[in-house]
């Protein structure tokens, strides 16, 4: 039988070098801050967050088009987009618990609402940095805008479960709900004024323009 020959450096420093590749795109998600978050409430071991931020990321993904369908629609779905809030929750929660040990899960129950803060937030870090190569957007403007993004993702989907919580929407309330995101927008707008050049909040403009 021939003896099995130890790994060449060579072949240990490809190894290493693909691991860390790997590391490295996951820490670039923007799902990469939420859990990291979620391992100090959760004691989670670098393999869980590892796992994590992909499921996490996903989330983000899913509440983001849907916002953006909602969003661009003349007589916002309200009852749809929360169906699909709703789904989009479910399989998330899902997907965390098979991760967390027992005794995780039963801690994760009591963070649920304070980390929707942390996915509002990498909600409008992951749109500005999809906006960032078209608007040439510094960094320090992506960390500038972020707070406000984030106020106006949580913000739309407050308007939409109040409006889904009457039951029967009427085209009166469509119309309400419509203007109302259009009021969001037009704060956000007014907020990456003070950031953005001229030129890089007209860029945005023709964005949500494209959107509709």
Known sequence: MKKNRPLTLAVLIALMSFTAGVQAGVADLPGAETAASMREWLQLTDDQVTKLVPVIDTRIQKVDAA???????????????IEEYGAIKKEFDAGVTNILTPDQSKQWGSFKAELEKDLAQAGAKKQLLQLQPALKLTDDQVTKLQPAMATAVQKKIDVLQTLAATGRI?????LKAKRALDGLNAELEKSMSGVLSPDQLAGYKATKEKKK
Do not use: I
């Not at 953006?68 to 916002?76: I, L, S």
């Open 170 to 174: 009427s085209a009166r309330d469509k």
């Open 67 to 81: 916002l953006a369908k909602v969003d661009a629609a003349e007589e916002p779905d309200a009852m749809g987009f």
